[in-house]
């Protein structure tokens, strides 16, 4: 069964870090192209990181540049989300996506076209 299921999320003040997880079973996560895109309440979604397996291109939102990183244990089919310098508007469920069946270049939207995403996981920065 192909599957993403990401953790990590939480409550935390502004200022400081979380890092989200999604791990993968069924495919394997270093062959196909990874996007984390977000939804706050009430607003529309936003793609946050798009890393391609198809050329290696990296895309990062403008929001997000120099406060998020990605990384990824291949040993266990995880990557990840390290989020610093969170803000409020960094409030949102965040998901993970990606799809065996699709390498392509990284984009702000990438993750529509990827049709396996994780449960979401709520992140909350408040004080």
């Known amino acids: 069964q192909v599957q993403l299921v990401e953790s990590g999320g939480g409550l935390v003040q502004p200022g400081g870090s979380l890092r989200l997880s999604c791990a993968a079973s069924g495919f394997t996560l270093d062959y196909y192209t990874i996007g984390w895109f977000r939804q706050a309440p009430g607003k529309e979604r936003e793609g946050v990181l798009c890393i391609s397996s198809l050329d290696g291109s990296i895309y990062y939102a403008d929001s997000v540049k120099g406060r998020f990183t990605f990384s990824r244990d291949n040993a266990k089919n995880t990557v990840y989300l390290q989020m610093n310098n969170l803000k409020p508007e960094d409030t949102a469920v965040y998901y993970c996506?990606?799809?065996?069946?699709?390498?392509?270049?990284?984009?702000?939207?990438?993750?529509?076209?990827?049709?396996?995403w994780g449960q979401g996981t709520l992140v909350t920065v408040s004080p």
């Open positions: 996506a990606s799809d065996p069946g699709v390498r392509i270049a990284a984009s702000s939207d990438c993750y529509r076209y990827l049709e396996v």
